[in-house]
Structure formats: structure tokens, C-alpha cells
């Protein structure tokens, strides 16, 4: 498992076939900072007996281990619930009903998160279930709670396990595939690379099991429509999922400052493979998951209220600090928590923009309060920052930029 660490780093660029080697050479799972892996039901879940492949998911379990003593938070979102709660229950029709998938879910869920726990506490790991439905990562404020919840998690040193709420999902309602939502989560998470572990090596030039002289890609540094008509029509791209909904949470992954990676997970120790130079497929992304965020927030949204800030707030502002209650001279309109506001300097004058973690109301009541004075004020724990440093940019883009490495 110390293939993980340790190895030489250079960039071969462009969307080139290259050889394992160098690839490895290119690019280390082991240098990122916040990670996704996404895992599908076919790699977890045994089709011929309908329980949990615990070999492959401790090993899974080492690699995971391996980059956690190396500093990398890691993040799971994982399929496999319905497969294992319909065997569990035996629904063995091909075609269940709706009700019937959800009550598979319910089930295997519970024996999902324990193979996850099970197999994690063998490195004394601990396991964190998060059921997310597409709301909580496309509404602002549901956005922020969950985001809020990974943030604490990871910090507390836990793995998050993620999936879909099938539960109560419906097809009208549902993220549809775990690609897409790992892309969201990669989203959300402001994770700068994301692995969605397949049946394929990666992309190709067209589908090589129909296709002899398909050629594989190596990277991709923006999924053009060239790049998408390689992975052929929806609903018939090559790949468990299909290459479709790949090279779309590529676009997620992309937009949000996210690598992302395809990379066959069949094998043992899927993950270090992939820095031993096991053939896979990169999307590079043109910027960090801050700056892309901080893009989003400078440009992309549309004001609900102002914040007025005293002129000791703007200098801390100005070094990069987050916006405290203190400092908040006055609040202006009426917003929710998770809106855009814009803030003011004591002369008036619009000095940035940042999602604000308090509802208005609520801002009105501890403006000008020390953080530890909230709790008092609002009957509640809230956070200490009203705008907090990730969730703001200045005018002059100069936040942004300080923060990007941090």
C-alpha cells in the first residue's frame, strides 16, 4: 500500500493516448486534498449472491486508510442499497415497482453502512451515513446545511458514506445516476478531485468493445463536443452507467474546480492502482474548487440584502478574514439563510459579496455582538462567522485569490 506515496509528478497534458507510465508520472491520487470516490453496485455487491464483496470493499477500506495517514479527506458515495435490501427482502422481479426499490433501499441501506463501518474500523476509522436528495445540493440553504455537515465531519476525522435518498425518492425527483451525484458532492464538498471507480479503464475514441481500433484517452482537459460524441448516444454509451453520464459529472466536476478521474475498479485496491499507473482516464479542471466557487458567488447570483460593515470589519476583510457579527454595523433588506448579500463599507460604498449564515432577522438581533454572545441573543448555537471567508469574494477579487491555497 505504499504505492500511494512517493511518486514523481510531472504534467503530459492535452487528450493524448499515453502508457501507464506515464501516466503515473502525470498525476498522484495522494496529492489531493478533498476526495470523492464514487462507487457503483456492480463493483460492490455480488451478482450471483446479492451480499456485500468483502474482499474488494476491504481493500477499498486499505486504500482509504492509506490516504487518510497521508492528510487526504476522503469522502464514499456509494451505490448498492436497493441491490442488497431486494435480495435481503426477496424481491427477485427484474423490474420492481417503485415502493418495492424503496423498500429495498430502507433495508440495504442498514447493511450497507455496516459493511462501510465494519470495514473502516478495522483502521479505526469511523463511518458517517449521509442520505442526500437532489435539494440538498441544487437549494442554497439545504446546500449549505449539508455542506456544513461533510465539513464537520471531515474535520472530526470521519468518513462520510453518501447516497441517494431512495427512500422517498421518485423518478421525477431523483439525481438518477451516482455519477451525477458524485459530482455534486465533489460540488459541494469543494473537493479538488473525484474518482468515479467503473467497469472501463477510462475513455476512448470510440466504444472498444464494439470498436478494435478504439483508441484510450489518457486526459482531457475540457469535455468538448468532440469528447462527447466519443462516448456515443444517451442511453447506449459504453461503461456501467455509460459514458453519458460520466463525461456529464466530468462537466460538474470541471465547472466546480474538481479533477476527475475514470479509472476501472474491479481490480483489488482500486485506488492505488491508480497512482501505480493502472490505466484510467483525467479531466482536468482550469481552476481550484475555491476560485470556482468564488466565481460562482461574484458573478452568479442575485443580491437579497446588504450588510454594512464598520471600518475595523473591512480591514479584516480585506486580509482575508471571515466577516464576524461584530462588525456588522447594520442589515439591510430581507433575506434567508444561504442568500447572496452584498457588502458595504461604512461609507456605503459596495465593498463584496458573500452567502450569508444567518437569516435576516436573525442579523439584525447579533449585528454588532461577539461571537460568543450568540447563543444568548438567538435562543441557539449558529455559527461564529456572518460571512464566512469560503463564502465571500471583495470586489477587487483579491479574497478569492488569498484563499485559494488554504
Request: hydrophobic share 40%; net charge neutral.
Amino acid at each position: 500500500m505504499d504505492a500511494l506515496a512517493g511518486k514523481p509528478d510531472s504534467h503530459s497534458g492535452g487528450a493524448a493516448p499515453a502508457d501507464a507510465q506515464t501516466q503515473v508520472a502525470a498525476h498522484r491520487i495522494v496529492d489531493s486534498r478533498r476526495l470523492v470516490i464514487k462507487i457503483g453496485s456492480a463493483l460492490l455487491v455480488d451478482e450471483a449472491t446479492g451480499s456485500v464483496r468483502r474482499p474488494w470493499l476491504d481493500a477499498l477500506a486499505d486504500d482509504v486508510a492509506t490516504l487518510r495517514r497521508a492528510g487526504v479527506e476522503v469522502l464514499v458515495v456509494s451505490s448498492g442499497a436497493i441491490a442488497l435490501g431486494r435480495r435481503h427482502l426477496g424481491i427477485d422481479q427484474i423490474r420492481p415497482k417503485l415502493e418495492e426499490k424503496q423498500a429495498a433501499a430502507a433495508t440495504g441501506q442498514i447493511i450497507l453502512a455496516h459493511a462501510y463501518q465494519e470495514a473502516l474500523a478495522r483502521h479505526h476509522l469511523t463511518v458517517a451515513q449521509i442520505l442526500l436528495s437532489p435539494d440538498d445540493t441544487e437549494q442554497r440553504r439545504r446546500h449549505l446545511n449539508a455542506r456544513a455537515t461533510i465539513n464537520t465531519l471531515l474535520a472530526l476525522g470521519a468518513v462520510p458514506v453518501i447516497n441517494e435518498n431512495d427512500t422517498v425518492a421518485t423518478a421525477e425527483i431523483r439525481f438518477g445516476d451516482n455519477d451525477r451525484l458524485g459530482a455534486r458532492v465533489a460540488q459541494m464538498a469543494s473537493a479538488d478531485t473525484l474518482i468515479l471507480l467503473s467497469d472501463i479503464d477510462g475513455l476512448y475514441t470510440a466504444d472498444p468493445r464494439r470498436n478494435p481500433d478504439a483508441r484510450h484517452i489518457s486526459d482531457v482537459d475540457g469535455v468538448t463536443a468532440e469528447i462527447e460524441a466519443m462516448a456515443g448516444a444517451a442511453g447506449s454509451g459504453y461503461a456501467s452507467g455509460g459514458m453519458v453520464t460520466k463525461l456529464a459529472a466530468a462537466k460538474i466536476a470541471g465547472a466546480a474546480g474538481c479533477r476527475m478521474v475514470i479509472a476501472n475498479g474491479g481490480e483489488m485496491h482500486p485506488i492505488s492502482r491508480i497512482d501505480d499507473g493502472g490505466r484510467c482516464t483525467w479531466f482536468h479542471a482550469g481552476a481550484s474548487p475555491l476560485t470556482a466557487r468564488k466565481r460562482w458567488i461574484a458573478s452568479s447570483l442575485a443580491p437579497r440584502g446588504q450588510l454594512i460593515v464598520d471600518a475595523g470589519a473591512l480591514r479584516a476583510l480585506n486580509a482575508g478574514k471571515s466577516l464576524l457579527p461584530a462588525g456588522v454595523s447594520e442589515v439591510v433588506g430581507t433575506f434567508e439563510r444561504g442568500d447572496l448579500v452584498t457588502l458595504h463599507g461604512p461609507d456605503r460604498v459596495i465593498r463584496g459579496r458573500g452567502l450569508v449564515a444567518y437569516a435576516s432577522d436573525d442579523a439584525r438581533q447579533i449585528s454588532g455582538l461577539k461571537s460568543r454572545e450568540i447563543e444568548t441573543a438567538l435562543g441557539y448555537r449558529g455559527r461564529d462567522e456572518i460571512v464566512h471567508r469560503d463564502d465571500l469574494v471583495l470586489t477587487d477579487g483579491r479574497a478569492a485569490e488569498e484563499d485559494t491555497q488554504q
